[in-house]
């Protein structure tokens, strides 16, 4: 940053050294190139698959980039394996030491483990367990530490001091922005009149990758990270014009719940003009179920983040073609089978009830015949006689309901009502 000369009566204060920011490295189209050569043969050139149900929404045509599919479930393995590919013998003999939530852990490990390296990977306490082994699975040491991909990486600093191990930054480094910037390669093969691409958006390693490919071949490409609301560090950072720390809340999309940018992607974010969105964990479910039931596609809620922007965008809104990149698929199944159930209650298909009855024979009866009339299924009943909220002669039925769409639920609901039934929703 320049500082010019006071306009006050205080003397102008002479820059030191150390107040000059540092300066971060680029990351160009050889850079990228060069790391997909590297990558010739180690990756999967993951497919990109056309998707006529969010075609039909958003108004334009709509692509899927699967990284969902790659090996080791992410786009992370591009990153690491670049990084740890320009480590020296030297540095490749002391071995490495990484933080994530996951898909750079299970990166690390995978590419660690090709090439010959030691690794320790540290991982937050909760941590999706199928990542956890996936990533010993890979030979990696893993050791849990802390509640965010923040005091994970905190601990691989202390690590790394301590032991001489060479850290390997989730996003943070030219290398690992290469790496992940091959993504933009392949898609511009792939789909070569693109005109928007969506993804998901974290540290920034990935969206900055592919940024700085677009900024120099296809500079009329429009590029937007989404990130989850909870954990949004872009926007403030962006609008203070350096990374700024934001205060993490409980997220669903734990693979993009990061603090901090990072320097190295922050500065081509910046630069590119990449729009950074924010969307709620509705919308993440929402995005995860549509792909899951519309594409068939397995995925983790952080990478349907570039689908819940798409859902989130207004009809028409974005020029196509459009690519949502698809950034992980590493999702516990019990996990999952939650983040199912939350996205039908968000797309309104689950109705929750609570109806007070008059507790006598064949109320509950007439209860059930109504719903069922209604073309509606249940699926919980729960029947309570001992809330201290309820007078002697009632009952109070929870009850849950799978429905066809918000609509259905509103026919049902009004249903009951003009049956006479005392109907709350929640």
Do not use: W
Request: hydrophobic share 45%; aromatic share 2%.
């Amino acid at each position: 940053m320049h500082v010019g000369p006071s306009s006050g009566t205080m003397p102008a204060v002479p820059q030191t050294p150390a107040a000059i920011p540092p300066v971060l490295p680029s990351v160009s189209l050889d850079d990228v190139r060069a790391a997909a050569r590297l990558l010739d043969g180690v990756i999967t050139r993951t497919p990109v698959q056309e998707s006529r149900a969010l075609t039909t929404i958003t108004g334009a045509r709509v692509f899927l980039k699967c990284e969902n599919l790659q090996r080791a479930g992410s786009f992370k393995v591009r990153g690491a394996y670049v990084r740890l590919s320009h480590l020296s013998p030297e540095e490749r003999a002391r071995g490495v030491v990484a933080a994530s939530a996951g898909n750079h852990a299970q990166g690390v490990a995978l590419a660690a483990g090709m090439l010959g390296i030691d690794a320790v990977v540290y991982m937050p306490v909760d941590a999706a367990l199928p990542k956890v082994a996936a990533t010993r699975g890979y030979g990696a040491d893993v050791r849990l530490v802390g509640s965010s991909v923040d005091d994970a990486l905190a601990a691989a600093r202390v690590e790394a001091a301590r032991s001489g191990r060479i850290l390997i930054h989730p996003f943070d480094h030219a290398d690992i922005v290469a790496g992940q910037g091959t993504v933009a390669l392949e898609i511009l093969e792939q789909v070569p009149d693109v005109a928007t691409v969506v993804v998901p958006l974290g540290g920034g390693g990935l969206v900055a990758g592919i940024a700085a490919v677009l900024g120099e071949v296809a500079p009329h490409v429009r590029v937007i990270g989404v990130q989850a609301v909870e954990a949004a560090a872009y926007p403030e950072s962006l609008a203070a014009g350096r990374p700024r720390t934001a205060r993490l809340r409980p997220t669903m999309a734990d693979g993009i719940a990061v603090g901090t940018p990072g320097d190295v992607p922050f500065a081509i974010v910046r630069s590119q003009g990449v729009e950074v969105r924010t969307v709620t964990e509705d919308q993440l479910s929402r995005a995860l179920l549509s792909v899951l039931e519309r594409s068939k596609l397995v995925v983790e809620p952080a990478g349907a983040a570039g689908v819940a922007g798409l859902l989130a965008a207004a009809p028409g809104e974005l020029k196509g073609p459009v690519v949502a990149v698809l950034s992980g698929g590493n999702v516990d199944p019990l996990v999952l089978l939650r983040l199912v159930q939350h996205g039908l209650v968000a797309a309104g298909r689950y109705l929750q009830l609570r109806v007070r009855l008059v507790d006598k024979p064949g109320a509950l009866a007439g209860l059930v015949e109504t719903i069922a009339a209604s073309g509606a299924n249940i699926v919980h009943v729960d029947h309570t006689r001992t809330d201290v909220s309820l007078a002697v002669s009632e009952v109070s039925v929870n009850i849950r309901l799978e429905t066809k769409g918000p609509e259905h639920c509103a026919a049902v609901v009004e249903r009951l009502r003009n049956a006479d039934f005392d109907v709350v929703t929640s």
